[in-house]
């Protein structure tokens, strides 16, 4: 499982209210992503990080916004959740040496905006 | 518009079944192309493609990708209800090292 935890793994929310999510890797991977799965879509890449405090948008970063402070955690942040933000979320790290090409996926995080 | 195509979308075999799984690119600069495995749960990855024409294998499960033909191909053989799960593929450029998704093929094996 590549070290990486998320939390929570399910939330429900209202709209109007903002929600983060935390993904937290042990494998000091400097690459780290968060994705969202919707039927239909496949996975899309909302944001991206490559180190501390780097950042950069994907193609569905509307709305969203994240941060990384340390190399372990990268949030996701809805600043003020929509319905339209009910999605499954993953995070993933990227490999390293032979498999720098590879993404490794996180359990996902399960968000209901009602 | 980088794009990732993936048939069938859905496929329902018997076990022993051997399924093959199609999966077509267009994207600039092509990097490589990779194959995951979705059950109710996180994506695990499967194989990483980048020549032609080498087949890589595990178990019952094999993948080539044709360059030429801007596709990849994903082998199941003998089937089993374990293999059931939605199958993604990915491909990987050079300039953004952004993976681009297909919208998976889900597969269904019945005893």
């Known amino acids: 499982d590549a070290g990486i935890t998320q939390s929570p793994r399910h939330k429900v929310t209202e709209t109007g209210t903002p929600v983060t999510l935390r993904c937290h890797q042990t494998?000091?991977?400097?690459?780290m992503y968060w994705y969202r799965q919707d039927p239909g879509h496949g996975l899309r890449l909302i944001h991206y990080s490559y180190g501390v405090k780097d950042t950069d948008k994907g193609e569905v970063s509307d709305g969203y916004s994240v941060s990384r402070s340390k190399t372990e955690d990268f949030l996701l942040t809805l600043e003020s959740a929509t319905s339209s933000q009910t999605s499954v979320y993953f995070c993933?790290?990227?490999?390293?040496?032979?498999?720098?090409?590879?993404?490794?996926f996180g359990p996902g995080t399960r968000l209901t905006v009602l | 518009e980088d794009k990732v195509v993936q048939s069938p979308l859905s496929l329902v075999v018997h076990e022993g079944d051997t399924v093959t799984l199609n999966c077509s690119y267009e994207?600039?600069?092509?990097?490589?192309l990779l194959w995951y495995k979705q059950e109710k749960k996180a994506p695990t990855f499967l194989f990483m493609l980048t020549s032609s024409g080498i087949e890589k294998k595990s178990g019952r499960l094999s993948s080539i990708l044709d360059k030429k033909e801007l596709s990849s191909i994903l082998n199941i053989t003998a089937t089993q209800t374990g293999d059931s799960a939605i199958y993604l593929c990915?491909?990987?450029?050079?300039?953004?090292?952004?993976?681009?998704f297909g919208t998976g093929t889900r597969l269904q094996v019945f005893p």
């Open positions: 494998e000091n991977h400097r690459y």
């Open positions: 994207v600039t600069n092509f990097r490589s």
């Open positions: 993933a790290i990227r490999g390293q040496g032979a498999n720098a090409d590879t993404q490794y």
């Open positions: 990915a491909a990987l450029t050079h300039n953004t090292d952004k993976l681009i």
